[in-house]
C-alpha cells in the first residue's frame, strides 16, 4: 500500500485547482472529520479503546475555537493551540470515566460523554448558540503577518497542511517505543503490567493526545465550515467514523482517513442517489458492512500469512 | 414548607420518569450483561412500542390492552431478529456489532419516519384515568399514578424472576461466567436469543405505557437509548444486586431529567456528568473486577 501515499498526496495537493468550489470545500470538511478518525484510530486500533465519544473533545474544541475566532484571535495558529488545549483538557477530565473500563464497556461510555456533549451544547445558549449554531466567525491568517485565508481553495491547504504536519507526527510517534507500549497494552495488557509498564498512565496519555487532535480537528472546522451547530458533532458523526476507521483497517491511522474519505463520499452519494431516503441507505450501508468487512479482513490476513 | 411543597410535582414526575427508564435499561443490561451485546437499536425497541401505542389508543382500557400486547409482540419479534442478525457475527466482536446495531437503528428509525411522519405523535391515555388526582393539594395527572404504581409492580416482578426461577439463575450465571454457562452445556446462542427477545420485551412494554411520558417522535430512539446507557453505566456497578442497582440509577436519573431540571435549568446535562464521574470514578477499581475483559 506504499506506493500508494505519493500519488496520494499529489492528488490532495492538485484537487483545488481541479475542482470547483464546493467540492473544495467538501473535501476540506473530509480532512477535517478524517482527522478525527485518526484520533479514533489511536484510541481503538492501536490502543485497544473502541470509542463512539471522540465527537466530544472535537466539540469542545470546535466551540473553544469558535469563540476565540469571534471575539479576539483571529491567527490560526492560536485557535489551533486553543482547540488542542481545549481538546486535551476535555479529555483529560474524562480520563477516569474510561481508561479504567475495556472493551464494549469502553464503547458505552464514550458514546453517553458524547452524546452528554450534544446535549450540553444544543442547551449552553450563551456559548454555543444552542441549536441555531454558531455563524460568522471571521477567516483566520495562518501566523501573524500572513495573508488572511479567503478562499476555499487556501482554506483547504491550510486545512491539508495541519492534518498533513498531525498525521506526520501521529506515525513517527507510533513507530517508536510509545506505539510498542500502547500495542502491547492493546495485546497482552497482564503481561505488561507483569513487566512494570503503567498500563493506566499510558492509555491515559494516548486518551488526552487523542482529544488534542480531536480539538485542532474542531478547530480546522470552523476555519473551513465557518459555521457551526449540534449536529456536527452528533452520535450519527461518531458512527460514521467508526465505520471509517475499521474500513481503513483499525490498527492504521493513514487508513483511518482514507476510510472516513470512503465512507463520507458514499453517504454524500446515497443521499442524492434518493432524496429523503438517506439514512435508510446509510443503516444498510452499515449493515452490509457489518457482515462484509471482518470476512474481508479474514481473507486478506490468510493471503499476507 | 411552601419551597419543598413546590418541588413535589416535579419530584413525583421523576419518580415515573425514572421507573420508565428502569424498565428501559433493564433490558439493555440483559442484553449487555448477559450477551455482552451493546444494542444501540434499543431505543429503536422502544419507540416502536411508543408508535403502536400511539395508533391503538383510543382512550379506552381495552386498546390499550391491545396495544401492550401488539406492541410487545412486535418488540419481542424485533429482538429476536437482531438476535438472528448477529449470530454470524464472532461473540467478542464488539465494534462489528455496533456498527451492525446502529445500521439498524439508523434504518429502522429511517422506515418509522416514513411510516408514521416526522412529527410528535399525541397519545391517549384511558378516559378513566385522563384526569387530575388531588395529591397534597396539589393537581397531578392520574395515569402518571398509576404508570408508576405498575411500573414498581414491574420491578418487583423482574426482581423475583431474576432471584427466583430458574431461567433468572442462568441470566445471573451468564453474567458471572459465561463460558461456564457453555461449558454446562446451555447453547450461548439461544441464550442469546432468549436474552435479545425478553430485552425487546422490556423496551416493548416501556415503549407502550411510557409513550404518554416519552412520546413517540424522531427524537424518541435516541433520548431513550443515552438516558437508558447513562442508567446502566451508574448502575452496573453499584452493589451487588443488578435490578437494584439499576432501579436506584434509574430514579436518580429521572430525578436529575425532572428535578433536576426545575431546579437548576440550565445544568441538567452537566448533572448526568457529574454523577457518572462519581460513580466510574470512585468505584474503578470495582469496574475492573466487574467488567474484566472476557
Known amino acids: ?305 | 414548607m411552601n419551597r419543598v411543597d413546590a418541588y413535589l410535582i416535579p419530584a413525583l414526575d421523576g419518580v415515573a420518569y425514572g421507573l420508565l427508564l428502569f424498565v428501559v435499561a433493564a433490558g439493555l443490561v440483559l442484553s449487555f450483561g448477559v450477551a455482552g451485546i451493546l444494542n444501540l437499536a434499543h431505543g429503536t425497541l422502544y419507540a416502536i412500542g411508543a408508535y403502536v401505542a400511539a395508533t391503538l389508543s383510543d382512550g379506552s382500557w381495552l386498546a390499550l390492552l391491545l396495544a401492550l400486547v401488539a406492541g410487545v409482540a412486535a418488540t419481542t419479534a424485533g429482538g429476536a431478529a437482531l438476535s438472528g442478525m448477529l449470530a454470524p457475527v464472532p461473540r467478542g466482536d464488539h465494534l462489528t456489532q455496533a456498527l451492525l446495531t446502529f445500521g439498524v437503528a439508523l434504518a429502522g428509525g429511517s422506515v418509522l419516519v416514513m411510516a408514521f411522519g416526522a412529527e410528535n405523535l399525541p397519545v391517549r391515555v384511558p378516559a378513566t384515568v385522563d384526569r387530575p388526582v388531588d395529591l397534597a393539594g396539589h393537581a397531578y395527572a392520574g395515569y402518571r399514578l398509576v404508570f408508576i404504581a405498575v411500573a414498581a409492580a414491574l420491578a418487583l416482578a423482574l426482581h423475583a424472576v431474576v432471584t427466583r426461577t430458574r431461567a433468572g439463575m442462568l441470566v445471573r450465571a451468564a453474567l458471572d461466567d459465561p463460558d461456564m454457562v457453555a461449558c454446562l452445556g446451555v447453547s450461548p446462542a439461544r441464550v442469546r436469543l432468549g436474552v435479545l427477545a425478553a430485552s425487546g420485551a422490556l423496551a416493548g412494554t416501556a415503549g407502550v405505557l411510557g409513550a404518554p411520558i416519552i412520546g413517540p417522535g424522531p427524537g424518541t430512539a435516541a433520548t431513550v437509548l443515552l438516558l437508558s446507557l447513562v442508567v446502566v453505566v451508574l448502575g452496573g456497578h453499584s452493589g451487588r444486586s443488578s435490578v437494584a442497582g439499576t432501579l436506584l440509577a434509574a430514579l436518580a436519573v429521572g430525578e436529575i431529567q425532572t428535578l433536576g431540571v426545575a431546579l437548576a435549568p440550565t445544568a441538567a446535562p452537566f448533572l448526568l456528568f457529574a454523577a457518572m464521574a462519581a460513580v466510574l470514578a470512585a468505584r474503578s477499581h470495582g469496574l475492573i473486577r466487574r467488567w474484566s475483559p472476557a
Not at chain 1, 471575539?71 to 479529555?91: C, D, E, I, P, R
Not at chain 1, 448558540?129 to 491550510?158: C, E, K, N
Not at chain 1, 493506566?200 to 476555519?223: C, E, H, K, M
Not at chain 1, 449536529?231 to 476507521?245: E, I, N, T
Open chain 1, 1 to 305: 500500500m506504499r506506493w500508494l501515499i505519493a500519488p496520494a498526496l499529489l492528488a490532495a495537493v492538485a484537487a483545488p485547482w481541479l475542482a470547483d468550489p464546493y467540492t473544495t470545500a467538501t473535501l476540506a470538511r473530509i480532512l477535517v472529520l478524517g482527522l478525527v478518525a485518526v484520533s479514533v484510530a489511536l484510541l481503538t486500533g492501536v490502543a485497544g479503546l473502541p470509542t463512539l465519544g471522540q465527537t466530544a473533545p472535537f466539540a469542545a474544541g470546535a466551540y473553544a475555537a469558535a469563540t476565540l475566532a469571534l471575539h479576539s484571535s483571529s491567527v490560526g495558529v492560536t485557535q489551533l493551540l486553543m482547540g488542542a488545549s481545549v481538546g486535551a483538557a476535555f479529555a483529560a477530565l474524562t480520563v477516569p470515566l474510561v481508561v479504567y473500563a475495556r472493551g464494549v464497556v469502553v464503547l458505552m461510555i464514550t458514546l453517553a460523554i458524547g452524546e452528554l456533549v450534544v446535549t450540553a451544547a444544543s442547551r449552553w445558549r450563551s456559548v454555543t448558540g444552542g441549536t441555531d449554531g454558531l455563524a460568522g466567525m471571521p477567516s483566520p491568517r495562518p501566523l501573524w503577518g500572513l495573508p488572511v485565508l479567503d478562499t476555499d481553495r487556501a482554506r483547504y491547504l491550510y486545512a491539508l497542511a495541519v492534518v498533513g504536519i498531525v498525521l506526520c507526527a501521529v506515525v513517527l510517534l507510533l513507530r517508536g517505543p510509545s506505539g510498542m507500549y500502547l500495542r502491547g497494552c492493546r495485546d497482552d495488557e497482564a503481561r505488561m503490567r507483569a513487566s512494570g509498564h503503567p498500563v493506566g498512565a499510558y492509555l491515559a496519555i494516548a486518551y488526552v493526545a487523542a482529544g488534542a487532535i480531536a480539538g485542532v480537528a474542531g478547530s480546522l472546522l470552523v476555519t473551513t465550515q465557518q459555521y457551526l451547530s449540534p449536529a456536527d458533532f452528533g452520535f450519527d458523526v461518531a458512527a460514521l467514523l467508526l465505520l471509517g476507521v475499521v474500513i481503513g483497517g483499525a490498527g492504521s491511522v493513514v487508513g483511518a482517513i482514507a476510510g472516513t474519505a470512503v465512507v463520507l463520499a458514499a453517504r454524500d452519494w446515497l443521499s442524492g442517489l434518493l432524496p429523503g431516503r438517506g439514512p435508510l441507505l446509510l443503516g444498510a450501508l452499515f449493515i452490509t458492512a457489518a457482515y462484509v468487512l471482518p470476512r474481508f479482513r479474514f481473507r486478506l490476513r490468510r493471503v499476507v500469512a
